[in-house]
């Protein structure tokens, strides 16, 4: 089946260092949606991507979309506290829709 | 603001017994999800819906747990027996429509197995 995976697992940064997530998927994707999940809570939609080598910003935020639509990332500038949580990756494929959620990777910011 | 609703919050159960869990969809989402997640890991998919029907539940383990949205609005997750393993965090989520779109999570659902 299809696998979704994310690296690192975890990162611990100090507030004001970037950060940087990569996901890559095993198989083609339709899109990509990335939702981040703070301690205790759950996934909130943050963007999707549907277009090969699309880029989006939002704030402090850039995703993008691999020319293969197998891999993306996502990249936080200036990090801060309330960055802390745990960012997924989640894919779409087929016509099914299937929804697949990546292994997730966890953020730790400190002052 | 509409929200996905989900009952109940927690659950305690000793394992040979039964659960169940509901939730509520967005009103008019059409694509509802019930997916577990273990700490520290992702959210799997147990079983897809559109409207009534199931889309994929390939990675529902049938010999225990059962889905259903008979009329195409709530849900409900079954699972019988619990086991030791089934502890973990039981999301809904729900979306206007088939492949894109983003998800709606409820708060979930989360079970401890004794």
């Known amino acids: 089946g299809q696998q979704v995976m994310q690296i690192p697992q975890y990162q611990h940064v100090q507030e004001g260092e970037d950060f940087t997530t990569y996901c890559n998927s095993s198989t083609t994707l339709s899109n990509i949606q990335w939702y981040k999940q703070r301690p205790g809570g759950h996934p909130v939609f943050l963007i999707q991507l549907v277009k090969s080598g699309e880029v989006k910003k939002q704030k402090r935020l850039t995703f993008q979309f691999g020319e293969a639509k197998k891999n993306s990332s996502l990249h936080i500038t200036a990090t801060q506290t309330t960055d802390v949580g745990t960012y997924f990756c989640a894919g779409n494929t087929g016509t099914a829709s299937k929804l697949t959620f990546g292994t997730g990777t966890r953020l730790q910011v400190t002052l | 603001e509409a929200e996905v609703a989900q009952s109940p919050r927690y659950k305690i159960t000793e394992k040979s017994q039964a659960v169940a869990f509901w939730c509520d969809p967005i009103?008019?989402?059409?694509?509802l999800y019930w997916y577990r997640q273990i700490l520290g890991q992702g959210p799997e998919l147990l079983v897809q819906f559109q409207d009534e029907s199931v889309v994929d539940d390939s990675q529902l383990p049938k010999d225990r747990f059962s889905a259903e949205r008979l009329k195409g609005v709530d849900s409900t997750l079954k699972i019988q027996p619990a086991e030791l393993g089934d502890s973990a965090m039981y999301l809904c989520a729900t979306r206007l429509e088939a492949g894109t779109g983003e998800l709606f999570f409820g708060e979930g659902s989360r079970l401890t197995v004794l």
């Open positions: 009103s008019g989402h059409a694509t």
